[in-house]
């Protein structure tokens, strides 16, 4: 019987499509019985898409470089 430990040790394999078709087929019928696990399921999916998403994204915008530098310069005491 799969278990909600169970899930979280093949994880990863299930994210890449790497689990053995029984184990898949208990994992899946494991989530759609288990409300907590099926919600973790889509919470890390979510996580990794958002992860993905935001490693090709700068945050930090000329502009705000600029205007980081100049905070950073006005708190500097001189030597």
Do not use: Q, W
């Not at 394999?13 to 184990?23: A, C, K, P, S």
């Not at 705000?64 to 310069?73: F, G, H, N, Q, V």
């Amino acid at each position: 019987m799969f278990m909600c430990k169970d899930l979280v040790e093949n994880m990863m394999d299930y994210i890449d499509n790497e689990l053995d078709m029984r184990t898949l087929e208990e994992l899946e019928k494991h989530t759609s019985e288990c409300p907590e696990c099926r919600a973790f399921v889509d919470t890390y999916k979510r996580m990794l898409e958002l992860t993905g998403k935001l490693k090709d994204r700068s945050f930090v915008t000329p502009e705000i470089r600029e205007r980081l530098k100049a905070l950073l310069k006005s708190k500097i005491k001189p030597c």
